[in-house]
């Protein structure tokens, strides 16, 4: 066997592996706007916020007026219907050093007896800090070269000015770190953004260390700490952006000492990308987001005359957008909350990651509303969900009380994305079962489906959802998938779609759904027949509950391209394999289920009657609830991070300082003892597969909705018992992994081949 050979035996086995990549993103939404209102928005979770230090320095202004820089509407210039001014904004505020880095203030001595005040001044370390700001979400911190005071208002004096402190020149801040570390002699620590640094040498007799700072395998500077009794410290200082002298990276060596090795501690870091260090310049826009005031004090920038359209996703700039509901209409009256004219502002993250979205802070109710993670619909105003979480003062949430805890959420009537709207015959029945919809729940901020139950055409049988009995949502879609014979489908939760044969000639497709490479069930799927065959709904029994619709395809058209191909247009699936069936009693992460309760008598579980009401939920079609309590009491500590239950946790601090007074407009602090919490859900992104392992357009999202045939009736179905066939691969990051695998294998064994006959022909030599 030659090496040609085997190289292009490789190349054919890596070429069978199926691999496409779908994108995904996660949407952090703001609180929904109407309209004919004017808004501000200060606690959206796209803001940076610091929980810890409860800081925030961002804010937003809409109207539908002409505005100036500081939000002030002029009510006598209104922009044309539809049209809307958007005013951001945000100032610096100080923030504290992790590590307590101090310096000594002259202070009187409040327990003095003598007469002269004067001679009652004395010297007390107070904590110092750093100018912090948010600039379109992500954390700067605004460029000083002078120690500023953190004042905590205890000394009943007006705060200091800010010398030398520019919100116009910024840098992003890379780590405020309290965390203690010890290191030898070639030893680094990884600070984040490609900046280490590394310990040189150390010097136990003259307790001194060698310290530097690099970024990749540059070096940026370095310095010799001398440990003192309470420590040293290193601070790193650059000429930035004119501005002489700005700190750049704070170290405190705790200690020198020997161990088994020569050790140096430390036990405070800050850093900034001092690399990346901008100035915001007024002659600089961002997309729609036009510069109208930068100066040290503060950034502002107005998007103008933003035009609102129905069904409209507007980008207004710094990965910032806004999203307008199907049927706005402004020509409506200007009111508030007017049906028609509800939209959000939204950053979508694309890139690779964890990310987290988080509710507003320290509310005593959160919905949709303040609650990004909470299912929403917004062309339809659906919402389901409501959390109830009042801590006392004492920071408790209380056991099986609804008014200090619970979480209820119930189900709505929603649309496929698939909607033919192809309406109703003259008798006034609906013609497409696609049109019939389906019953969605958000739970525990995740999209859940009850188990719907449909009739022998694929209509929603009403009265049928079981609210206690529900599987998670795994697609609802109408991109355009246009795919030829072996081409596959990844739908999620390794569930995939597979074309197994198409016949031009009778306008058939043969589908076939596997769960992890598993065959499921197989239909052929007709189109163009009228007799409704061009669905393919696959029903089965679930928890002894009959007919419980599992997936539903549509297929537009099959045709004769290079090759023959078949195009599918809508896709729903729910994840049958994972189905929750509540008991009363049962605990779910820290909550207690109680059962189902009614919506008229849920009234008394902390005000859930604001389910009529459009701060929470505005339309609830079901006639009961879900409700849970904690089965035990949840004391807010010092610093917490608890997963409460699924994938919703609560974060929470506890201040121990007065935070400074605000500089921006209108940003509010908490106090002096208070506890600071949030609840959050984690999305993650990731390199996934649209599962075509042909040339076809697999999930090109152009969301085209079907043309073909309109009619109802399922296909034949076929389910027999145990069959399974072996299937390809899905797509996506194992199938990379093994192709490379594979590729790797056979040229080392060409390798091993190719020097086993080198050796065998000098052997016979």
Same mark, same amino acid.
């Given at each position: &066997? ?34 004919? =209102? ?41 922009? =044309? ?8 904004? @945000? ?131 370095? +310095? ?112 508030? &909350? ?45 919402? @389901? ?51 019939? +919809? ?90 163009? =027949? ?54 009363? +009693? ?119 909705? +079907? ?16 069959? @399974? ?34 050796? &065998? ?5």
């Amino acid at each position: &066997m030659k090496m040609r050979y085997l190289l292009a035996a490789a190349l054919i086995l890596f070429s069978m592996v199926g691999v496409s990549f779908a994108a995904e993103s996660v949407e952090i939404r703001s609180e929904i706007l109407w309209y004919g =209102s004017s808004d501000w928005l200060q606690d959206w979770a796209a803001f940076y916020y610091d929980l810890k230090n409860n800081i925030c320095t961002e804010q937003i202004y809409l109207s539908i007026y002409e505005i100036n820089n500081y939000g002030g509407s002029d009510y006598d210039n209104p922009l =044309s219907p539809g049209h809307i001014n958007i005013l951001y904004s @945000t100032s610096p505020v100080i923030q504290k050093f992790e590590y307590n880095w101090t310096v000594l203030v002259e202070e009187p001595d409040w327990n003095w007896n003598g007469e002269d005040w004067e001679e009652s001044i004395i010297l007390v370390p107070r904590p110092t800090g750093f100018a912090v700001i948010g600039f379109f979400g992500e954390p700067y911190v605004a460029l000083n070269n002078e120690t500023i005071l953190y004042n905590n208002n205890m000394l009943g004096r007006d705060m200091p000015a800010f010398p030398n402190v520019g919100a116009n020149k910024i840098a992003p801040l890379v780590v405020n770190d309290n965390t203690k570390y010890s290191l030898k002699v070639g030893d680094s620590i990884d600070l984040g953004k490609g900046y280490a640094l590394y310990v040189e040498q150390i010097d136990v007799g003259g307790n001194k260390t060698n310290l530097i700072l690099k970024h990749g395998d540059t070096q940026l500077g370095s +310095g010799i700490v001398t440990a003192s009794e309470s420590g040293g410290d290193w601070i790193f200082e650059k000429d930035l952006l004119n501005m002489p002298n700005v700190h750049v990276l704070r170290v405190h060596v705790k200690d020198v000492f020997h161990g088994n090795d020569a050790i140096v501690e430390i036990d405070g870091l800050w850093l900034i990308d001092y690399l990346n260090a901008f100035e915001v310049k007024s002659d600089v826009n961002y997309g729609k987001w036009n510069a109208t005031s930068i100066n040290s004090e503060e950034l502002v920038y107005i998007a103008e005359d933003i035009a609102l359209s129905s069904n409209a996703t507007i980008a207004l700039g710094k990965d910032w957008n806004l999203k307008v509901q199907d049927g706005f209409n402004p020509m409506l009256e200007l009111r508030f &909350m007017e049906p028609n004219n509800r939209f959000y502002l939204f950053k979508e993250y694309t890139e690779p990651g964890t990310y987290e979205i988080r509710s507003s802070v320290s509310d005593c109710q959160y919905t949709y509303n303040n609650f990004a993670a909470f299912y929403y619909d917004l062309d339809k105003n659906l919402a @389901t969900e409501v959390l109830n979480a009042y801590a006392g003062y004492d920071g408790q949430f209380e056991k099986e009380d609804p008014d200090s805890f619970s979480y209820t959420t119930t189900y709505v009537h929603a649309d496929y994305k698939y909607l033919p709207n192809d309406g109703f015959d003259e008798d006034d029945i609906l013609i497409n079962s696609w049109d019939s +919809g389906y019953d969605i729940m958000g739970y525990f901020g995740e999209l859940y489906v009850p188990l719907n139950v449909v009739d022998g055409d694929g209509f929603y049988v009403y009265e049928s959802t079981k609210l206690d009995k529900f599987a998670p949502l795994v697609m609802d879609d109408d991109s355009k998938y246009t795919l030829k014979t072996g081409d596959w489908i990844e739908l999620g939760n390794n569930y995939t779609l597979h074309v197994r044969q198409i016949d031009i000639k009778g306008n058939k497709a043969h589908l076939e759904l596997q769960k992890d490479g598993v065959f499921v069930n197989s239909s052929i799927v007709t189109t163009k =027949s009228g007799d409704g065959s061009s669905n393919w709904i696959y029903k089965d029994i679930l928890l002894n509950v009959k007919d419980v619709q599992h997936l539903r395809v549509h297929v537009k058209d099959v045709f004769q391209g290079q090759d023959e191909l078949v195009e599918i247009d809508g896709i729903w699936l729910m994840d049958y394999n994972n189905v929750t069936d509540l008991k009363s +009693g049962d605990e779910v992460g820290l909550l207690k289920y109680e059962g189902l309760s009614s919506i008229d008598s849920v009234d008394g579980y902390g005000n859930l009657q604001r389910y009529s009401s459009p701060n929470a939920l505005y339309k609830v079609d079901a006639e009961s609830v879900l409700v849970f309590t904690l089965k035990n009491n949840l004391t807010l500590t010092d610093e917490m991070d608890l997963v409460i239950a699924n994938n919703m946790s609560l974060k929470a601090y506890k201040s121990d300082y007065f935070p400074l007074p605000n500089i921006a407009r209108g940003v509010a602090y908490g106090f002096y003892g208070e506890y600071n919490y949030y609840f959050y859900v984690t999305e993650e992104i990731g390199n996934l597969s649209s599962g075509n392992d042909g040339d076809g357009d697999s999930g090109n999202g152009d969301g085209n909705k +079907g043309s073909g045939d309109s009619s109802n009736k399922s296909s034949e179905t076929t389910n027999p018992e145990n069959e @399974t066939k072996p299937g390809k691969l899905a797509g996506g990051i194992g199938a990379i992994v093994l192709g490379l695998f594979l590729l790797i294998a056979l040229i080392l064994i060409a390798y091993l081949y190719r020097r086993y006959k080198t050796r &065998m022909g000098q052997s016979q030599k």
